[in-house]
């Protein structure tokens, strides 16, 4: 899902509307017995807001917290980054479509 599907506009210079994203990562390493090594999990605090760039309201805040782990520390944070990108894109993206739908009058 795109924003400006939505009717945002998001891109160019000055741009209305700006998705302000905010990722906290915090490491810990854990024996695994089912793989009998060491993993590195990643925790993931992921914050996201549509912001009108004029005003600098928040049209829609996101908070979401998951983990990833991985057998090293560089491999957690990449799978980590990758389901941030793919959280916003599939969860966010249907939380505005759901929330923008429900501003609509109905007749």
Not at 40 to 47: I, N, Q, S, V
Not at 80 to 92: H, K, N, P
Request: glycine fraction near 8%; proline fraction near 3%; charged fraction near 25%.
């Amino acid at each position: 899902m795109a924003f400006s599907d939505l009717g945002f506009q998001t891109g160019g210079v000055n741009p209305r509307y700006v998705l302000d994203v905010d990722i906290n990562i915090t490491l810990d390493q854990r024996f695994s017995a089912h793989h009998n090594a060491w993993i590195t999990w990643a925790y993931k605090t992921l914050r996201a807001e549509l912001r009108d760039a004029r005003t600098g309201t928040v049209l829609l805040p996101y908070t979401v917290r998951e983990r990833e782990g991985h057998l090293n520390r560089s491999g957690a944070e990449d799978w980590v980054f990758r389901s941030a990108a793919e959280t916003i894109g599939r969860e966010y993206g249907a939380l505005l479509s759901e929330y923008l739908a429900g501003l609509v009058p109905r007749r």
